[in-house]
Nanobody
Framework: QVQLVESGGGLVQPGGSLRLSCVPT????????MGWYRQAPGKQRELVAS???????AYADSVKGRFAISKGNMRNAVNLQMNNLRPEDTAVYYC?????????????WGQGTQVTVSS
């Protein structure tokens, strides 16, 4: 079964930048949408950014103008460039890929990567 491998998390000071990457372990067909979610301690998982197969992007209001999602050069890769990071961006970040429902499974999650913003 395909796995999503995330990288790029870490500790950064407020105002700093990080770039997250997500790459499947094998080529995935008909990926409809790729997204980055995050979950902070005691909070629900929330959608941060998404990009469709056609390249349409969407962002949570809290990250607009600071984060940018893009497709990577490797097969089905997706990146999240995070600039001007704030302490409230601290969370575990997960990538998610969705395929049509006739695939089983069709909803894939990475293992998560920790992002900590602190001075």
């Amino acid at each position: 079964q395909v796995q999503l491998v995330e990288s790029g998390g870490g500790l950064v000071q407020p105002g700093g930048s990080l770039r997250l990457s997500c790459v499947p372990t094998e080529t995935m067909l008909e990926v409809k949408i790729m997204g980055w979610y995050r979950q902070a301690p005691g909070k629900q998982r929330e959608l941060v950014a998404s990009i469709t197969a056609r390249g349409t992007t969407a962002y949570a209001d809290s990250v607009k103008g600071r984060f940018a999602i893009s497709k990577g050069n490797m097969r089905n890769a997706v990146n999240l460039q995070m600039n001007n990071l704030r302490p409230e961006d601290t969370a575990v970040y997960y990538c998610n890929y969705k395929q049509p429902t006739y695939y089983s499974p069709n909803d894939h999650w990475g293992q998560g990567t920790q992002v900590t913003v602190s001075s």
